[in-house]
């Protein structure tokens, strides 16, 4: 059963506690209705995957209450801050280099070196931010290939049984989602247009180009790099998939009990669950790779995963892992 809370302090308390606990609460923006989960807590992101039947691992938009929480996360420079300043809250949202020391789970910017970070323009989500005093992570809360929902109604017709919760703010105001700019390189980049006019962006901080995500161009000029819209981490050593048996000069990503003889391994969930091997697979995949370098391992072996409910995302991942690597097109 998913619960339907009022819009007021009872409300918001209780949407915060199930969110601090690694539940699944829907909640109103100015843009549209977010799918959150706690940002720092993979299962949770996970869960997120799994409801809304994703087939592959979107990089999802981090959630704060003001520019102060987000900029201790992602490293701001001097665009970011003018755009904050002038238009958050607001939809708007900033892609920028993690921090060190960020504590957002890696399956929450789908393994990316980068982060969507954002701080709503609505009095009730700005008061559960808070509450939860964490990042949430919220892609639009509907279901994979339907349209982001704008009302809490919307929400339950496509996620109601699969999530904790709703908290119920009304109607969203501007009912598009918000502007992803990527300043993580040396151009502002039109990710996807949105809420906030290009126009009011380029008024601040002057031109911004359409393309593909600086991350993605960075890993064009890696050796091996995947040439996909939105990539990922790519892993330096080659990856074999639906291995039974790892060589001793293997790095093994392990899916339940594993073979023997592996150089190294890294085992994604012990009983073959997948929404724990979802949460776990971008932290294996960059210990492994970082293994295999060490110990002078020539691949990564990857035992078979089930091609169903989540096991579709991750199979996705991997297979453009393992696939030839293709030069990334240039932007349009
Ligand atoms: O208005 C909105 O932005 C709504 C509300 C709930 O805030 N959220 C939303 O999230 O639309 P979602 O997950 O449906 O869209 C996230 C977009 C995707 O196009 C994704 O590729 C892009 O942001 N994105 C997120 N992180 C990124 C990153 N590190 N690099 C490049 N693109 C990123
Ligand atoms: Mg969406």
Redesign the pocket.
């Given at each position: 059963m998913t619960q339907t809370l009022p819009d007021d302090p009872a409300g918001i308390a209780r949407a915060a506690a199930l969110l601090r606990a690694g539940a699944l609460v829907a909640f109103g923006?100015e843009?549209?209705?977010?799918l959150g989960a706690d940002a720092t807590n993979a299962r949770a992101v996970a869960e997120v995957f799994a409801a809304k039947g994703r087939p592959h691992f979107?990089?999802?938009?981090c959630?704060y209450p003001d520019a102060d929480a987000a900029f201790a996360q992602v490293a701001a420079n001097a665009p970011a801050r003018r755009l904050a300043a002038a238009l958050w809250p607001g939809?708007l949202?900033l892609?920028l280099p993690r921090r060190a020391d960020c504590p957002v789970a890696l399956l929450t910017?789908?393994g990316?070196p980068?982060?969507?970070v954002?701080v709503?323009a609505h009095a009730t989500a700005l008061a559960l931010l808070r509450a939860v005093g964490r990042p949430v992570a919220?892609?639009?809360?509907n279901r994979s290939g339907q349209v982001?929902p704008t009302t809490a109604r919307h929400v339950l017709d496509g996620l109601a049984g699969r999530i904790a919760a709703v908290l119920d703010s009304g109607p969203c105001q501007v009912g598009v989602?918000?502007t992803?700019l990527?300043l993580s390189g040396e151009q502002p980049l039109l990710?996807?247009p949105?809420?906030a006019t290009v126009e009011a962006i380029e008024a601040l901080i002057g031109p911004v180009r359409h393309g593909i995500?600086h991350?993605v161009a960075e890993a064009a000029r890696a050796p091996r790099s995947p040439g996909l819209q939105?990539s990922h981490y790519a892993p330096d050593a080659p990856v074999r998939l639906n291995a039974n048996a790892a060589r001793h000069d293997e790095a093994l990503l392990a899916f339940g009990p594993p073979p023997q003889g592996a150089g190294a391994t890294f085992q994604l969930s012990t009983s073959c669950d997948l929404t724990e091997a979802a949460a776990n697979l971008f932290i294996g995949l960059r210990q492994l790779d970082a293994e295999a370098a060490q110990l002078g391992l020539t691949a990564i072996a990857v035992m078979p995963i089930p091609e169903q409910g989540l096991g579709l995302a991750i199979n996705d991942r991997l297979q453009r892992a393992a696939a030839p690597r293709e030069k990334v097109r240039a932007p349009p």
């Open positions: 923006t843009t549209v209705y977010g979107n990089p999802l938009i959630h939809p949202s892609v910017g789908a990316l980068t982060l969507a954002r709503p919220a892609p639009s809360a982001s989602e918000s992803v990527d990710l996807r949105g809420g995500p991350a939105v």
